[in-house]
């Protein structure tokens, strides 16, 4: 598995934003958007082109355009929800799936309550969104049932890693590519990323 840390400032300056205890609801769905963004620019830079033919004003030319079956974004409910939108505004015409899965507050083991992909979802590119890579169980059922329904060209972006996260990840998918905003420390004794941003989900969506 290939994993690729962003280094663009801009993904930087907003990572800082995001994990002030001071930013609000609003500001925070803002910033994971555009961060989802701007990782989507780097993590999509291999999508395939073939050339069409269009007419300028001056003239015909044969230029390049984006091809292949459309991109499946796989937001991993719910805080991976926030990072759809960012996605979107690049690849607008991408269909996207759903998998729901909670941690058990006590084990720290993911549950699934919902799974809903595009079809022909072993042709498409898919990305898979969620903004927090902790322990890693969570990304690891996510690409087993995305696999499991025939998935097989997976990109997986989170905002902040722990390097457990990671680690668990790489081993469990070696033949995923992941893009991580940001690699953090470490994860404490209730499996949160330090120093991270706190619960992803809750600081999207206002619930606590
Ligand atoms: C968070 C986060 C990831 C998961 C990461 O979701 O969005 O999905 O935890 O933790 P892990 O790597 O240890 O599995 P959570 O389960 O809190 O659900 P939510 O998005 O509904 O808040
Ligand atoms: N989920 C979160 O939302 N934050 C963490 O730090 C770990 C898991």
């Known amino acids: 598995m290939s994993v690729a840390y962003m280094t663009h400032p801009l993904i930087k300056h907003k990572i800082t934003l995001l994990r002030k205890q001071t930013t ?17 620019y780097e993590a999509l830079a291999d999508l395939p082109t073939a ?32 990072m759809v939108n960012g996605i979107l505004a690049l690849v607008p015409s991408a269909k996207v799936g759903h998998i729901g899965l909670y941690r058990d507050p006590e084990t720290h083991l993911p549950h699934e309550y919902y799974c809903k992909l595009p079809e022909a979802i072993d042709e498409r590119q898919i990305v898979v969104v969620d903004p927090m890579l902790a322990t890693g169980g969570s990304a690891v059922a996510a690409v087993d049932f995305i ?12 905002v902040i890693a722990a390097p457990e996260g990671v680690s668990t990840l790489m081993k469990a998918h070696p033949d995923i ?6 690699l953090d ?12 941003l706190g619960d992803a989900g809750d600081r999207i969506f206002g619930t606590m």
């Open 177 to 182: 590519q992941l893009y991580v905003g940001c």
């Open 185 to 196: 420390r470490c994860l404490n004794e209730n499996a949160y990323i330090c120093p991270g």
């Open 147 to 158: 696999k499991a329904r025939g998935g097989r060209k997976i990109k997986f972006m989170s």
């Open 24 to 40: 609000g609801t609003n500001e925070f769905r803002k910033l994971i958007e555009e961060i989802a963004m701007l990782m989507g």
């Open 51 to 82: 050339d069409i033919e269009v007419t300028t004003p001056i003239e015909k030319t044969v230029q390049p355009v984006i091809n292949g079956k459309k991109l499946a974004v796989v937001p991993i409910l719910r805080a991976g929800l926030g």
